[in-house]
């Protein structure tokens, strides 16, 4: 059974930082390239960071560029999010997914539950 479960949220200020980290098992995660969404109240679930699966090429949405980085451990089959320099906008519940692609990873099967990132002005 795939299991995506991710963990780190919480409350700070802005200007602050935070790391989530993604916990994944049951897949070959080798073989999968892995991104973070995150979906704000009343709006879409959004990619925001996709790392593809050897680690060596990432994008980004515009809007986290220069601030968020991902990254993965190939050891310990994680994902992370390294997010600085956070903004009142940057709240959102936020989620791990896998696809073989960053380029198909919206349309990716394999979720994780969420993880809440509240950024107080």
């Known amino acids: 059974e795939v299991q995506l479960v991710e963990s780190g949220g919480g409350l700070v200020q802005a200007g602050g930082s935070l790391r989530l980290s993604c916990a994944t098992s049951?897949?070959?995660?080798?073989?999968?390239?892995m991104g973070w969404f995150r979906q704000a109240p009343g709006k879409e679930r959004a990619l925001i960071a996709c790392i593809n699966d050897r680690g060596t090429a990432t994008s980004y949405t515009d809007s986290v560029k220069g601030r968020f980085t991902i990254s993965r451990d190939r050891a310990k089959n994680t994902v992370a999010l390294q997010m600085n320099s956070l903004k009142p906008e940057d709240t959102a519940v936020y989620y791990c997914a896998a696809d073989p692609m960053c380029r198909t990873m919206i349309l990716s099967e394999h979720w994780g539950q969420g993880t809440q990132v509240t950024v107080s002005s």
């Open positions: 049951g897949f070959n995660f080798d073989d999968f390239a």
